[in-house]
């Protein structure tokens, strides 16, 4: 039975030496064939190091950043115009003494009649000149200021007493639309009237 065994081990021996003569390989016989093969016969690996340049940051583009500044401009301030108060006393004027022209009028029914028209016109001064200051028993002042609400005069009838007498009867219309009747008798001298008596009627 060892016999066998070696001579089937021998064979497969010699195959193998076979096949590797006919690769076109050496052998080598005893402990050092069936061994590790020494580091000196090994092959050096060749290692490829592949350096890749690294890829570049994107360069970021910082966005502007856009400040509104806002200009206010003040309201302009407005100084207002200073107020000026006028302050008026009010002083009376007294009207002065006229010294109008006195007609010439002979007859006495023509001066009454003027006499009443002047006053009619407003025409104070006139009247007071054509008798008004002998019959007025007043100042100018006080004379105007009693016609202040006479609107018209208006003779009614008219009667000569002689030269220089004159007999009348005269309605007065006032502002308010009212009318006052007077009657009177009044003396004319050198064409103007040098007294009156005068009374009302109405």
């Known amino acids: 039975m060892r016999a066998n065994r070696t001579a089937l081990a021998a064979g497969v021996a010699a ?3 076979a096949a590797v003569a006919a690769c076109g390989g ?3 016989t005893g402990s050092a064939a069936s061994g590790p093969a020494s580091p000196a016969n090994r092959p050096t690996p060749t290692v490829t190091v592949t350096t890749q340049a690294p890829t570049p940051a994107p360069v970021v583009t910082p966005t502007p950043v856009v400040t509104a500044t806002r200009v206010v401009t003040p309201a302009p301030v407005v100084t ?3 107020v000026v ?3 008026r006393t009010a ?3 007294v009207p002065a003494t006229p010294t109008a022209a006195v007609p010439h009028l002979t007859n006495a029914s023509a001066v009454v009649s003027q006499y009443y028209q002047d006053i009619t016109n407003h025409d104070y001064a006139a009247a007071w000149a054509l ?3 002998n019959i007025a028993g007043e100042t100018y002042a006080q004379y105007v200021a009693g016609f202040s609400t006479t609107a018209s005069i208006t003779l009614g009838t008219v009667s000569d007493f002689g030269a220089s007498q004159v007999q009348a009867v005269l309605f007065a219309t ?3 639309g009212t009318v006052k009747q007077y009657q009177g008798t009044y003396t004319v001298a050198n064409g103007v009237l ?3 008596s005068i009374r009302q009627t109405g």
Do not use: F, I, Y
């Open 194 to 196: 040098t007294a009156a």
């Open 15 to 17: 195959g193998v030496l």
């Open 80 to 82: 207002p115009a200073p």
């Open 174 to 176: 006032q502002t308010d």
């Open 91 to 93: 002083v009376a004027t």
């Open 26 to 28: 050496s052998t080598t």
């Open 131 to 133: 008798g008004g200051s």
């Open 85 to 87: 108060t006028v302050t």
